[in-house]
């Protein structure tokens, strides 16, 4: 039997079926485990993991510790009830409007973030006349549909990872910030230093950054050098402000005092720094990559959504899960009906109910004309279905952007 438990309570003798933390986090070579002597445990507690799951059946239990079943409908129970609220950005033009020329901006800056670790590495400076207005085009996309750039970004290789993760963080950093109502002009500075903030990425060896398998100590105390390194090659930049270099070198700092490079904790780490962390390991979590598989959106949110009660602002993670979205536009989902579907639009008022383009039935096996379905409308107003779960694109060979190009 799975359960889930506090780290305080871990013993030796207890079998880890999962370390529950998002994988840069994990220090173990596998992810289940029997646990034979305390310095394990140790190191699970200095990792900053707070909640595992064991297995009983495989180890020792606690008798009286919540089943991962039970956890896991306490969360979703929670989930529901921040879902509940309305959506805070306001679309201006349709998606199938916006998605060309998101298409276009969304290769413009993977370039540019391209070129920017390529100087980098040459030691040259960033050159942020550059790179100002590829932010202004982003957040200009971000204020006519957040849907379409986002959704595009959720499309990631293995090869162009680096440079469209970079590109993803500074988009959602921007609808992040707008949904926040936050100052144009700050919000212009976070996405500075969203598309810069894995800029010291560049000085990492390729054949540690690309690794198939989890990486050593010695190669993890490398990765852990980039926020510093990107901080010092933006400072050779004079004209670059305080936001984006704050945002570099913190990102990867945690609320319980356990993340790097200072350790900062609490309110010690600002604002912006905090909500780049949430976005950046939502980002990363979210993608498939040589070392892991991605999540979906929702398991991610999920995901934020405990971790926040120790590495994340609690509230900060909610108002993040109430702008993209629980199914954010571009996530395929099936349908109660057993159609497969891809969200185009969140609803006005139901995170729950969006606006979806069905495109198959997976009962017949048989595409069918698409069509666009209102989820939040009853029988016989184009709705009365509801979504089960999300799907994986690679399990039924689908390209969702097809299918989102359609709906405009």
Known sequence: ???????????????????????????????????????????????????????????????????????????????????AAPPVIVTRVSLGEELQRAASIRNQAAGLVRTVMQDARLGKAVELDQVSPVVQNITESILRNPGALVGLLRIKTKDDYTFLHSVSVCTLLVAFCRSRGMEAATTHQAGLGGLLHDTGKALVPDKILNKPGRLTDEEFAVIKRHPRDGYDILRKSPEIGPIPLDITLHHHERRDGTGYPDKLAGDGISELAQMAAIVDVYDAITADRCYHKGMSAAEALRKIYEWSKFHFNPVMAQEFMRCVGIYPVGTMVMLESGRLAVVVEPHATNLLAPKVHVFFNTKQNVYIRPEMVDLSRG??????????????????????????????
Do not use: Y
């Open 379 to 408: 029988l016989g107003f184009g709705g009365g279905d509801k979504i089960v779960r999300h799907e994986s694109p690679q399990k039924w060979n689908v390209d969702p952007m097809k299918f989102l190009a359609l709906a405009g």
């Open 1 to 83: 039997m799975l359960k889930k438990i506090d780290s305080s309570q871990l013993t030796v003798g207890m079998f880890i079926h999962d370390l529950s933390c998002d994988w840069m986090t994990h220090p173990f070579v596998r992810n289940r485990f029997l646990l034979t002597q305390e310095a394990e445990i140790r190191k699970i507690i200095d990792a900053g993991i707070h909640d595992v799951v064991i297995d009983a059946g495989k180890g020792l239990d606690v008798q009286d510790a919540p089943t991962l079943a039970e956890a896991r409908a306490q969360t979703e129970a929670e989930l529901t009830v921040i879902a």
